[in-house]
């Protein structure tokens, strides 16, 4: 099986989707006090999913007797998808610090590879391994801010635990929606999915609010959770499933890998940071590792 070359389509999401991803750390830093974290994922996605059904309401009821069946597996991606990656992500957001969001989150399009490489036959050659380290290394230099002394002096809390098992479960999630197709367009799937995902907060956002209570500037809540659904919720996720579907689920993966850098520009944007060092030489490590580890070789995609 040969791999398809990338269009120009799917290459600008590769650019654009984790610029928008990206706002979700800024969330995560932002909400607590604000808003608790399971209410904020069940608004986003409720949010996302009331924008999102009356384009894909159509697709839905029409399919509705070939796709019924999936139901069981659209409960678990809901729940690693819109729960885990959700409310996981603000939990550890409350107790870690950004650079340790970063390091972690680096993981995983590594994790996606490799899972991807043994259950998808999506073998990769050396040279796109090879990017896949050039990559990792530059995200590492960013999240350490170019000293190696900071990665050594990272102290791990609980967060980065909440952290850790989201980061697995985008993993799984990331694997299992190429792994297993469905009838649904990419728009349609995101639309159910984030429905099955409500499903699986409502009780956990039910529990939170009845031992925590209901935030006092529901105004100021409602802003952070818009702000969640559309960006990091509603683009990024109906990118991200368009991207699996087009060039898979390894190569979409590595979206993450400009993370750090786009989450670097929105902090000069919005905190008056400006880009270090370290972020140029991140950038430099990135993007021609992006490059080797997307690139189109007749041998990417092999039958064992």
């Known amino acids: 099986m040969h791999s398809s070359p990338i269009g120009r389509l799917p290459l600008l999401l590769i650019i654009v989707t984790p610029a ?4 979700n750390y800024l969330v995560a830093r932002y909400a607590p006090g ?5 209410l904020l ?11 999102m059904l009356p384009f894909a309401y159509s ?12 139901w069981p597996l659209l409960l678990l991606l809901g729940a690693l998808g819109m729960w885990i990656c959700g409310a996981f992500v603000y ?3 409350e107790t870690t610090a950004a650079i340790n969001i970063g390091l972690l989150y680096a993981l995983s399009p590594v994790l996606v590879a490799i899972i991807s490489a043994e259950l998808l036959k999506e073998a990769l050659q050396p040279a796109q391994w090879a990017g896949l380290l050039l990559a990792v290394s530059g995200v590492v230099v960013v999240v350490v801010k170019g000293s190696w002394q900071n990665l050594i002096a990272v102290e791990f809390t609980t967060g980065d635990l909440w952290i850790m098992i989201a980061v697995a479960s985008w993993t799984l999630y990331s694997v299992l929606l190429k792994h297993r197709p469905s009838v649904l367009s990419p728009f349609a ?6 429905l ?5 907060l409502l009780p956990f956002t039910a529990i939170e609010a009845f031992s925590s209570g209901l935030p006092a500037d529901w105004k100021h809540a409602l802003l952070i959770s818009l702000a969640a659904a559309v960006l990091p919720g509603l683009i990024a996720y109906q990118a991200y499933a368009y991207l699996q579907q087009q060039i898979g689920a390894a190569r979409a993966g590595l979206v993450l890998y400009l993370g750090p850098l ?4 929105l902090a000069w944007w919005f905190l008056g940071e400006p880009p270090q060092w370290y972020h140029i030489v991140g950038a430099v490590l990135i993007i021609p590792g992006m490059y080797l580890a997307m690139r189109t070789t007749h041998a990417a995609s092999v039958k064992r």
Not at 59 to 70: A, D, I
Not at 189 to 194: N, S, V
């Open 59 to 70: 697709e839905l009821r029409t399919l509705w007797p070939q796709w019924k069946s999936e």
């Open 41 to 51: 994922a069940f608004l986003r996605w409720l949010i996302a999913f009331l924008i």
């Open 189 to 194: 799937r995101i639309t159910i999915i984030t």
């Open 196 to 200: 099955a995902g409500l499903f699986v």
């Open 20 to 23: 928008v991803w990206s706002t």
């Open 91 to 93: 939990i550890g957001g």
């Open 262 to 265: 786009y989450t670097a520009l």
């Open 34 to 38: 604000i808003i608790a974290p399971h």
